[in-house]
């Protein structure tokens, strides 16, 4: 009897992965590894702070955009009150206050942009 019809031979030797599959295993996989954190230079985390600062003084809306393990999140809107000492900021969206820790920030822009 050929070596094919033994146990599991027939999967075995049959095994084939179409080009659409295996992109998608790929996308899977990426998806599923938990991403590290990115590092700020002096000068980008000045900026941001410069924006934050001018978006409570002035009322301009930012875009800020959160570290997340397997995807940013982003959230626009005014900069109601910064809290140094506990290093959290307390933004006003359309769907109400968000609190936000200031060490998961990776990027601030103006809403405008």
Known sequence: MSKKLQQNGIFESSRMMLPEHREAYIIHQE???PRSRPSLDAQAAEEMSR???NSMLLGDAVTITLFHEHDDIR???QVLRLDSPARTLRLLTETGTRDIQMNLITDVV????
């Open 51 to 53: 924006l934050l600062s």
């Open 31 to 33: 998806q599923l590894a």
């Open 110 to 113: 103006l809403a405008n942009e």
């Open 75 to 77: 959230f626009t809107g």
